[in-house]
Every structure is written in structure tokens, then in C-alpha cells.
């Protein structure tokens, strides 16, 4: 009899064991099938294609300014992408869960956001002190940062709009802008070497990636 008990509590273990490693990967899956990651996924691709479209008919090489409307502006329709996929139809299931889910929000965010760091500085190879890679990095990294925050305080489905009308703004109102301060509120158009711009984008990255994973996206109402 002592042996059918030992048999059975090491059949018990091995089961637990084996349910406790699976239960981390399918909870991941089901997290990301949630947040319609794999859709996101496409997108990133598909906007890290036509960037590079994009880039190759600028004839770069004669001057390489002729890039700012792909440093600026592709590294804005992936963070629209990536704050978009911040939605959660299900908000108070997640509040209430009984484990924290501020590391899946952490993890969703950067891993997105490395892809995207990734892909996008592909269209922009070559000429890295002025608007190559790091540029495309540095603007990821900053307009992921504003669609964060504009997830947490206006939901993930108006996420882009702050970040659209930001850099746009500074896009078609920062020619001729001159002094020390206009490389840090114009950095979304500044060459790559700039520390006030890299600093800049930064500290948004860093402030709206924290306001994101502390709050989560903002619930919004859903269809009546």
C-alpha cells in the first residue's frame, strides 16, 4: 500500500512540474493573442518595408536631410502600431488578476519596441551622424514613449493621436528653429548625434513606458 502512495505522489509531482512549466508559455500566448500581438507584429513589418521603399528613392547619398520625412515619420506609424496593441478588452479582469501584470505589460512593451529599434534603421543605413540609424532609433524610442502615456491617460485606441500631432507639429514648424533648447523640443527631427535630442527622447521613453506599465492602457467604453 505504502508503494501505490509513493508511486501516486510521484506521479503527482511530475504532473505539477510539467503543468507549472507550461502554464508560464500558455498564459504568454494567451496574453498575446489578447493584445492582438501577432497582428502588430505584421504591421511593424509591413511599416519597416516601406520605409525602406521609402528611403531608396530619396537619392540620400546627395543629401542626406532628404531622410528626415522617414526618421521622422516611420518611427510614428510603428508607435502607432505598438500603442494600439496596448488594448485590453478585458480591463477589470485584468485589475483584479491575482498576479501583477505589470511585467507582462513591461515585456509586451519592450519587445515591440526592440523589433521595431531592429527593423527601422534598415531603411537608413549609412550616414549615422546625421539621419541614419541612430536618428530612427532615438524617434522609436520617443514616439513609443508619447503613445505609452497616451495610453494610460486616453486608451490605447487614441494612443497615436498625441504623438501624430507632436511630431508633425515639430516636423512642419521646426525649419529655421535655431538655439540650445530647439534640440531637445525639436528632437524628432534633429540628427542622430544630438544629446539633447537623444536625452529628450529618452526621458519620454522611459517616463511614458513607466506610466504604461505601472497604470495599463486607460478602459474604454466598449460598443453599446
Known amino acids: 500500500m505504502s508503494r501505490d502512495v509513493r508511486l501516486y505522489a ?24 489578447s493584445r492582438a500581438v501577432p497582428r502588430a ?21 546627395v543629401d ?10 516611420a518611427p510614428l506609424f510603428a508607435a502607432a502600431v505598438i500603442g ?4 485590453t478588452a478585458t480591463d477589470e ?9 505589470w511585467r507582462r505589460r513591461l515585456v509586451h512593451l519592450l519587445v515591440l519596441t526592440a523589433l521595431t529599434t531592429a527593423l527601422l534603421p534598415l531603411a537608413v543605413l549609412g550616414h549615422a551622424s546625421v539621419f541614419g540609424p541612430p536618428a530612427m532609433i532615438r524617434n522609436t524610442l520617443g514616439s513609443t514613449g508619447l503613445t505609452a502615456a497616451a495610453a494610460a491617460l486616453l486608451g490605447a ?14 516636423y512642419l514648424g521646426s525649419a529655421g528653429a535655431h538655439g540650445r533648447w530647439s534640440t531637445v523640443w525639436a528632437w524628432p527631427v534633429q540628427p542622430g548625434g544630438g544629446t539633447g535630442a537623444w536625452a529628450a527622447a529618452a526621458v519620454v521613453f522611459v517616463a511614458g513606458g513607466a506610466l504604461y506599465v505601472v497604470r495599463g492602457a486607460r478602459a474604454e467604453a466598449g460598443p453599446p
Open 84 to 87: 494600439t496593441s496596448l488594448h
Open 41 to 61: 507584429l505584421a504591421a511593424l513589418l509591413a511599416t519597416a518595408a516601406l520605409a525602406v521603399a521609402a528611403s531608396d528613392g530619396l537619392d540620400a547619398y
Open 64 to 73: 542626406p536631410e532628404r531622410r528626415v520625412p522617414v526618421v521622422a515619420l
Open 10 to 33: 510521484r506521479a503527482r509531482s511530475t504532473t505539477s512540474r510539467a503543468t507549472s512549466r507550461a502554464t508560464p508559455l500558455a498564459g504568454s500566448l494567451l496574453y498575446a493573442r
Open 93 to 101: 479582469l485584468d485589475r483584479t488578476a491575482v498576479r501583477p501584470w
Open 157 to 170: 485606441r487614441l494612443s497615436w493621436l498625441p504623438a501624430f500631432g507632436y511630431v508633425s507639429a515639430v
